[in-house]
């Protein structure tokens, strides 16, 4: 579904990703981890087109989107979570959401019942429901996180990137990213996550890539890495 | 204090104006993070464009206000055209090359140019504006009102709620406001940026637009009409606020208002110089911060 081919991009004249590879089955859950400042967000970044890529290939089912604009990226179905939750502080709840689904209400993709999408995202976060009026600006951290995922969910997306939904979270919060996070994987929809959390991030994807100063270190099935001693001495210490 | 009443309520109408072009300059700073130094040629153009229309109409024997009616919506597109233009020619380029001073020197620029050609077009005179609604003031408790300043504060709370209607209900005023909010949050779901931004400006031109029709009825219209009116609408915008917000249109009710009491109690001479002071004082209170430090950095 996502085909990641030698990707390459640069914050000005700082090369930081040095040709990524890598693929996102139909259906599949992969984990993409490393430490801090390996070059996940950047990864995340360029195929979304917030940064445009250097040179690299990105194909989101049979078309090649590497360098196209943002916007026209999301209107092909590649939704992304970014990094710090991003949502739109001075909007309610609940306009958030209809932004999330914007290119189905503007005739840009096929547009489905985006009201009984909304009330899907209400049940599968109850607590979004309680503050579908609030701004936005005004719900909590773990509050934040819920909406920029249901926000990115609401555009039925082809695939959805997530980047750290764990961050700054208490464990509690953490554990129930991590549950709902299952349950979409379980619901069919095709996930590129990235998590400090590798351990967390290992038990819940089918397939794993570890990054390491912007090159992919070392990839295989998910369940495998979590066995291996070597990985787990290398980017599972820490006791996660 | 019949007197002071009479000013105040004189003070009104041309505030509301302030307050309107302060408004255009917040509906670009918001998505952008630039402005329009030539909004007060906005304003000047579309009365011209709107002079030339009305006089058109009237001379087909159509009645004065019947004709300033249909002249509206003429005057509202030529404003957004002409906004888009300015957005093209001078700004997108400086966003896009993150330039700071860019779009400043640009619009200025674009402003003069717009300036010279009314001149060329509409010569350098004042010309007077048929006026839709009788001249006659009406005399409430003794105080005079012309019917066209209502008029003006009417229009203009019109605009700004139609504007805030928008934004709060339809889709694409939210896409509007998520714009303003982040626009990298925005382009992520499927907005393009570029084009709100371009909205914006023509927005801004069409309301700077309607508000030159509706002054120029009671002042006169002229090439040389925007140019004061678009400098003291800046430091009202300042002022009140650039990012959002109803301070604008009470920061341009106090400047409207001052100056009619200037105008009488000091001299008419005068009228002008509390604007301009203020726009002085805002300038060396926030010399390097006009725009906000991290907004500069954004643009
Ligand atoms: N906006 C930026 N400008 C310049 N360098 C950046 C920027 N964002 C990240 N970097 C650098 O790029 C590298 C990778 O960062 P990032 O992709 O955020 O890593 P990760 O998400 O894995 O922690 C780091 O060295 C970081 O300092
Ligand atoms: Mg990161």
Redesign the pocket.
């Known amino acids: 579904m996502l085909k990641i081919d030698q990707l390459v991009a640069s914050?000005?004249k700082?090369r930081?990703l040095h040709g990524i590879t890598l693929q996102v089955k139909k259906g599949a859950l992969v984990a993409l981890i490393?430490s801090?400042?390996?070059?996940?967000?950047?990864t995340l970044r360029a195929i979304s087109g917030m940064l445009r890529p250097q040179s690299g290939s990105v194909q989101l089912g049979d078309a090649e989107i590497a360098g196209k604009p943002a916007y026209e990226i999301a209107r092909r179905g590649l939704a992304h979570s970014p990094?710090g939750r991003r949502v739109f502080p001075t909007l309610p709840v609940r306009d958030n959401l209809e932004l999330g689904a914007y290119p189905r209400l503007t005739g840009a993709r096929t547009k489905g019942d985006v009201a009984a999408d909304i009330e899907r995202m209400y049940e599968l976060f109850p607590r979004l429901r309680e503050r579908r009026g609030q701004l936005a600006g005004t719900l909590s951290g773990g509050e934040q996180q819920m909406l920029a995922m249901a926000r990115a969910l609401m555009l039925s997306p082809e695939v959805l990137l997530l980047d750290e939904p764990s961050m700054g979270l208490s464990p509690k919060l953490v554990e129930e990213v991590f549950a709902t996070i299952a349950r979409l994987k379980a619901a069919g929809i095709t996930m590129l996550l990235?998590e400090q959390f590798a351990a967390a991030a290992l038990e819940v994807a089918d397939f794993a890539y570890v990054?390491e100063n912007g090159k992919i270190a070392l990839s295989g099935e998910a369940a495998k890495m979590r066995d291996d001693p070597a990985v787990r001495a290398a980017y599972l210490g820490g006791g996660h | 204090m019949q007197i002071f009443l009479q000013l105040v309520v004189s003070g009104i109408s041309v505030g509301m104006i302030y307050g309107v072009i302060a408004f255009g300059y917040q509906l670009t700073f918001a998505t952008s993070k630039t402005l329009n130094f030539g909004q007060g040629e906005a304003l000047m153009t579309g009365a011209l464009v709107g002079l030339t229309t009305i006089n058109f109409l009237i001379g087909n024997h159509f009645g004065v206000s019947v004709a300033f009616i249909l002249m509206i919506p003429v005057v509202l597109l030529f404003g957004a055209c002409q906004g888009s233009v300015v957005e093209w020619l001078g700004v997108r380029q400086a966003i896009k090359t993150k330039s700071e001073a860019g779009w400043i020197m640009a619009t200025i620029a674009l402003g003069i140019i717009f300036k010279n050609l009314a001149e060329n077009i509409w010569g350098r005179d004042a010309l007077k504006f048929p006026s839709p609604l009788p001249e006659a003031s009406l005399d409430i408790g003794g105080i005079r009102i012309q019917p066209m300043e209502v008029a003006i504060v009417i229009g203009a709370l019109l605009m700004m709620l139609a504007v805030e209607v928008f934004n709060r209900t339809s889709i694409y005023g939210k896409a509007v406001v998520a714009t303003s909010n982040d626009r990298d949050a925005a382009q992520l779901m499927g907005i393009n940026t570029g084009r709100v931004i371009t909205f914006s400006y023509a927005l801004s031109s069409m309301t700077a637009a309607l508000a030159g029709v509706l002054v120029a009825p009671v002042t006169l219209t002229g090439a040389s009409m925007g140019a004061v009116l678009g400098l003291k609408a800046f430091a009202v915008a300042i002022i009140g606020g650039l990012s959002s917000g109803l301070g604008v249109v009470v920061g341009g009710l106090i400047l409207g208002i001052v100056e009619t009491l200037t105008g009488f109690y000091v001299s008419t001479g005068y009228k002008d110089v509390p604007g301009l002071v203020l726009l002085l004082i805002v300038l060396s209170v926030k010399p390097s911060g006009l725009f906000g430090k991290s907004a500069i950095k954004k643009v």
């Open positions: 914050y000005g700082v930081v490393g801090n400042g390996a070059g996940k967000t950047t990094e990235v990054l």
